[in-house]
């Protein structure tokens, strides 16, 4: 399977506790975008990368959260100290550039229920 | 107000129907996707337009720049075609100007056999 791929698929954790997921997009894509999508609505930007620099982070992304990218393939998104109001599917996607051919291709999701 | 409105935003039609869902923006904009997302989260971008229409199998996608508009048709619908219809915009003006995506709430569509 050459799509983009999101581990773990689901996370269940308490209140307080930090929490990392890993986005691996599809190979050769140089941007790699982070949205979060609560019950009932469309999915929100959190973040995004080219190659391995960080361009964009939405208000939504408080101090609490961190992405990274290190070596422009793979990211990882890390809530800490998270609050139930965390709870919600994170979605990754990836694109290459340039322009015109920058459809996005999601990966599965991670749902996360936040006790 | 949100920037990218939907309607309607649940459909029900029967086996064979022709399907309109609409999109409006309140942005300038570079692009338009249009999405479908199916029960346990999985995306799939179907169109991306700027201008014009596009065609791909039964599903049809015109832009209206100019009103700021985006219809996604689907002609002789299928029970498969049951899934969340999403509205996305790529912004040409601050917040979303680099790329990311401004999303609609989606349509949910149910196509009964």
């Known amino acids: 399977d050459t799509g983009v791929s999101q581990d773990p698929r689901h996370k269940i954790t308490k209140r307080g506790q930090n929490v990392t997921f890993r986005c691996d997009p599809i190979?050769?894509?140089?941007?790699l975008y982070w949205y979060r999508q609560t019950l009932g609505q469309g999915p929100e930007f959190l973040t995004y990368f080219q190659n391995e620099a960080q361009l964009e982070k939405s208000r939504l992304l408080s101090d609490r959260f961190s992405a990274e990218r290190p070596k422009g393939s793979f990211s990882t998104l890390e809530i800490q100290r998270t609050e139930q109001g965390d709870s919600a599917m994170y979605l990754c996607a990836s694109s290459l550039l340039p322009e015109g051919t920058d459809t996005q291709y999601f990966g599965p999701g991670t749902r996360l229920t936040v006790l | 107000k949100n920037e990218v409105e939907q309607s309607p935003q649940n459909l029900t039609a029967q086996e064979g129907e022709f399907i309109t869902i609409n999109c409006s923006y309140s942005?300038?904009?570079?692009?338009l996707h249009w999405l479908q997302q199916h029960p346990g989260g999985g995306i799939v971008s179907l169109f991306m337009?700027?201008?014009g229409k596009k065609k791909h199998g039964r599903l049809i996608a015109t832009i209206n720049i100019q009103e700021k508009h985006s219809s996604l048709h689907i002609t002789a619908s299928h029970p498969r075609d049951s899934a969340v219809y999403i509205c996305a915009v790529r912004s040409s003006e601050g917040v979303g100007s680099q790329g990311n995506l401004i999303f609609g709430k989606g349509t949910k569509l149910s196509v009964k056999p």
């Open positions: 190979s050769e894509h140089n941007r």
């Open positions: 337009l700027s201008s």
């Open positions: 942005v300038g904009i570079s692009a």
